[in-house]
């Protein structure tokens, strides 16, 4: 056994570089014993073996159908209460025919994935889902339809009384490719009852309808929304969880650290959080997903809405290996006014900035072509 003070850089790499799965006291021993910058180092070259040079993300196109919510989370800017429906102009419904709109205008984007998320209405029946998805298919054959997070399906088996194998089957026959992995936030339930209220399934709940969902064929991305309320240690125990149930029924395409968005939620209005968080803990955040679940999830993504464009970069250097995507027409952090947009030719730019390949992907992050 080694004493402790000889757990460097190279001794990390050696045993991450074989596949070896840290347990969440030897993530803690490893970030107490690594600098922000030897951490990056570890990352940027267990990146370059697990996944190599590329960088990649979809050409997505963001569709919300409905903001009406049961649920009144503290860290979310995007909800109108469902219970002050027809009191406000600021809730909204999409029609079948509106997403239809929606979908003409990504499939003039190019789009390669349609990403379709909501709040909690309990107004919508399993029939709306089904008819959205197969206007989505009708319109752009071909897209793959990534659609709605864990939450969202577990509430929709919940108030139209099916089970969660019930919706998936039927969202699945209507077209639905793959989860969104959306609504993990954090797994740690004292700091998830700060962040959500109890419509929003627990982080063990989370964990099971995923794996029911992947061992139906059904893939998806995994999330965590960092930055407000929580400690570094609530994030490696929430990164352990999730690379665990890939270990145990795969299903996972992707990692996505998102962070919080302070602007507009009721968790800045409360005084919960002052601001967003500094970069130094982005990046230590982007090296620690790389070192604790690269092993069994490859694709540590980077979403540059929720980072901003600098310093994804940077985190593309430290763990990162894909982009995300487009992101055309997102909300979601729009509500928060994180107003960002790009192009293909401004992802492609800041991926070979940094040295790297940059290549179109689709959801089960098959390369597409390299631009
Ligand atoms: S995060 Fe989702 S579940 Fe929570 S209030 Fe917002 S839309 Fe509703």
């Keep these: 056994m080694k004493a402790p003070e000889t757990y460097g850089v190279d001794y990390w790499f050696s045993e991450l570089s074989v596949g070896r799965h840290l347990s969440l006291a030897e993530a803690r021993e490893m970030n107490s014993s690594l600098s922000l910058y030897e951490l990056m180092d570890v990352a940027s070259r267990l990146t370059s073996r697990q996944v190599g040079d590329v960088i990649s993300y979809a050409i997505s196109y963001n569709i919300n159908y409905s903001n009406y919510c049961e649920a009144s989370c503290p860290i979310c800017a995007f909800y109108v209460p469902i219970k002050i429906k027809g009191k406000t102009d ?15 205008r990504a499939k003039e984007a190019g789009a390669t994935e349609i990403h379709i998320v909501g709040g909690f209405n309990p107004d919508l029946s399993l029939e709306y889902y089904e008819s959205i998805f197969s206007e989505v298919k009708r319109i752009v ?46 797994f740690n339930p004292e700091v998830r009852k700060q962040i959500t209220t109890p419509e929003k399934i627990s982080g063990e709940k ?70 967003p968080s500094p970069a130094d803990k982005d990046l230590r955040v982007f090296a620690l997903a790389r070192l604790i679940m690269g092993g069994a999830i490859r694709n540590i993504s ?25 992101a055309f027409s997102e909300k979601i952090f729009g509500a928060t006014n994180r107003n960002e947009e790009t192009t293909t030719e401004e992802l492609d730019h800041m991926i070979r900035e940094i040295g790297r390949v940059p290549a179109v992907r689709d959801t089960l992050y098959n390369v597409i072509r390299y631009p």
């Design 90 to 104: 600021r809730g909204y419904e999409l029609s079948v025919r509106d997403v239809s709109v929606e979908a003409g």
């Design 141 to 186: 054959p071909g897209v793959t339809l990534k659609a709605l997070t864990i939450p969202e399906i577990d509430f929709i088996a919940r108030v139209t009384g099916n089970s969660i194998r019930e919706v998936v089957n039927r969202f699945v026959a209507a077209g639905m490719d793959a989860h969104t992995g959306g609504g993990a936030e954090i």
């Design 206 to 275: 989370w964990l099971e309808d995923a794996e029911i969902l992947h061992s139906m064929g059904v893939p998806g991305n995994s999330t965590m929304t960092y930055g407000h309320v929580e400690k570094l240690d609530d994030i490696m125990d929430h990164m352990v969880r999730i690379r665990d149930s890939q270990v145990r029924v795969p299903g996972f395409l992707s990692f996505i650290p998102l962070k919080f968005s302070p602007e507009n939620t009721p968790l800045l209005k409360m005084g919960k959080v002052s601001g």
């Design 302 to 326: 980077v979403y540059w809405v929720s980072l901003g464009k600098g310093i994804s970069q940077v985190a593309l250097n430290g763990g990162g290996s894909d982009l995300v995507g487009t």
